[in-house]
């Protein structure tokens, strides 16, 4: 391919960064490419995710896309709305970061260590759900913006802790600000948590090729495209307190051989505000069966079934 990748990216400094890593990729590829930043009503805007709706971050990305402003788009992937966009192929997942949750907090503090009482920073209800059940007398505080102003909030005092995404801080090379990687026993990270979307035009088949071919992880698709679909299947925007985590594992066939499997832990809110929690195993191949399995699994159990603010 001769011509100049652009490829879109929202203007945050996670943002760069990881469209910075993808752009690297395909230049090692042999690709030409050239960055362009769209801005974003979710990047403008300081009220909360769950009053301005799922997909504030990654439609006017997609918009650009489909109007061909940019022949690439990188997104985190669990921003993007669980319904499809026609008008774009999801040509790659790359290969995935660490997907948990982190907690920065003051004094190097763990978990365990926070006194009664503290405040914990975040703006998202999954968060702030299993936050409290731990039953640890935490006091949850709302909290948005980028990465850099919620660190800032342990720093200078206000809070006593934040939650953020792993990955998040990896990117961006904070992973020193962790005191404590969150084990997603309790806390189980948004659906697609620390994975990346990259996507073209669905007619576009040169660049879905390159894409696919260079960046494209099998296991990190299956697993976040088993988490997707149970998050679908219980109609949930990401601002909905639903946590799922699919890992590959390996186990052993009939025969005696072994063979590789995903393992789907999910987690849910009751009507009451309770939290389910189930897990199932699957073939790595039926990644979305295993995912609507586990999510009527949590819907027999109970689990509300979510309109979050928009999707
Ligand atoms: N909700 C915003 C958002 N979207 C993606 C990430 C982090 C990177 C990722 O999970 O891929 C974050 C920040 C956070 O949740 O702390």
Avoid: W
């Avoid at 992937?77 to 774009?88: G, I, M, N, S, V």
């Amino acid at each position: 391919m001769n011509r100049t990748l652009r490829i879109g990216t929202r203007g945050s400094a996670l943002a760069l960064a990881q469209t910075g890593h993808i752009a690297e990729a395909l230049e090692r590829a042999g690709a030409k490419v050239e960055i362009v930043t769209v801005s974003t009503p979710g990047d403008r805007s300081s009220a909360p995710i769950a009053e301005i709706g799922i997909g504030v971050f990654t439609s006017a990305l997609r918009d650009a896309l489909a109007a061909g402003e940019v022949d690439v788009a990188v997104h985190s992937y669990k921003d993007l709305p669980t319904a499809p966009d026609p008008r774009l192929s999801l040509a790659a997942v790359p290969l995935r970061e660490d997907p948990r949750d982190a907690l920065v907090a003051r004094d190097g503090l763990v978990l365990g260590e926070l006194p009664v009482g503290s405040t914990v920073g975040t703006g998202s209800p999954r968060r702030a759900a299993q936050l409290e059940a731990l039953g640890l007398g935490l006091t949850v505080v709302p909290l948005r913006g980028n990465v850099d102003t919620r660190l800032r909030k342990v720093t200078d005092g206000v809070l006593d802790a934040v939650v953020l995404a792993r990955a998040g801080l990896a990117r961006l090379g904070r992973l020193d600000a962790i005191t404590e990687s969150l084990d997603p026993l309790q806390m189980l990270p948004a659906p697609a948590q620390g994975a990346l979307a990259v996507e073209c035009r669905v007619d576009d088949v040169d660049t879905e090729h390159l894409l696919a071919s260079t960046l494209d992880d099998q296991a990190s698709r299956a697993a976040v495209t088993a988490e997707r679909a149970m998050l679908a299947a219980l109609e949930a925007g990401c601002s909905a307190p639903v946590g799922a985590l699919a890992d590959v594992v390996e186990d052993l066939d009939d025969d005696g051989s072994v063979v590789l499997r995903l393992s789907l832990r999910g987690v849910a809110a009751t009507p009451q505000n309770d939290l389910l929690r189930a897990s199932a195993t699957g073939d790595l191949t039926a990644a979305e069966q295993l995912g609507r399995a586990l999510a009527a699994e949590l819907l027999d159990l109970g689990a509300a079934v979510l309109s979050g603010p928009e999707a």
